[in-house]
């Protein structure tokens, strides 16, 4: 089953969902956005409080840079 049917399943009406995450170059301003479906979210529930702040800080903006592996396709 390819991946277009499976996100018009039940299972994926009723749990699942989609995530868009975008990068953004700070030195050429060049902006790669991407758009994935999901069933679960991996949260670090054991370093956060509560499943609230969890997802506060899944959804938190992330530094990347030539330090972190980040290199612009530009």
């Known amino acids: ?5 499976e996100e018009t399943s039940l299972i994926y009406q009723l749990f699942g969902g989609y995530t868009r995450s975008q990068v953004k170059c700070d030195a050429c301003s060049h902006i790669i956005s991407r758009r994935e479906s999901f069933l679960d979210l991996n949260l ?3 370093s ?3 499943v609230e702040e969890a997802l506060f800080k899944y959804t938190e903006i992330e530094k990347l840079d030539i330090d972190t592996g980040y290199k612009c396709e530009k």
């Open 48 to 50: 956060c409080a509560s």
């Open 1 to 5: 089953m390819d991946v277009e049917h």
């Open 44 to 46: 670090e529930l054991s």
